[in-house]
């Protein structure tokens, strides 16, 4: 996991001089997963019981203003500089890299996302994605356009996974 970010560091670096990216990205082995993750994309674990679970910690300026108790949730979901990450893909000449195992969420999703979707679809419309839809496909989709009806104000992608057998 290190490498494969490390390698797309510098490639971002290489072919897109001064942009950044972020990126969360999911290895599943048996019932473990390993996530690697820089930004502020995020990885959740989605229960059966109606219990969503952020895993990753937002590497962004408004969340270390926020621990560091200069900002409270509400002025945090209503500041003006949001978007401005202290960790990505191609900034900087070293990259620090979150990297972790958990366990799969058992008779659960284990779902990936952009900025785009948990910034504007709330936990319950996600988990009523999820529960109203016939396939993950169909529960994507509408996530996506939940976000969209939201105003969709940034990219938005999210991956939903689920361990069969």
Not at 29 to 53: C, F, K, L, M, N
């Amino acid at each position: 996991m290190e490498t494969a970010f490390q390698d797309a560091h510098r490639l971002v670096q290489r072919e897109a001089p001064g942009s950044g990216t972020t990126l969360t990205a999911a290895l599943v082995v048996g019932q473990q997963i390993t996530i690697g993750h820089v930004g502020d994309s995020r990885a959740y674990a989605v229960y059966p019981a109606g219990r969503i679970e952020q895993l990753t910690h937002d590497h962004s300026l408004v969340k270390r203003l926020e621990e560091l108790g200069h900002l409270n949730k509400e002025e945090a979901a209503n500041f003006p500089h949001r978007n401005v990450l202290i960790r990505a893909l191609g900034q900087g000449e070293t990259l620090e890299i979150d990297v972790f195992t958990v366990p799969f969420p058992r008779n659960g999703y284990l779902m990936l996302c952009s900025d785009g979707l948990w910034g504007v679809v709330t936990d319950q419309e996600i988990l009523r994605s999820i529960s109203n839809a016939p396939t993950l496909q169909r529960a994507c989709q509408n996530m996506v356009d939940a976000a969209n009806t939201a105003g969709g104000p940034d990219n938005i992608t999210v991956v939903l996974a689920q361990m069969i057998g």
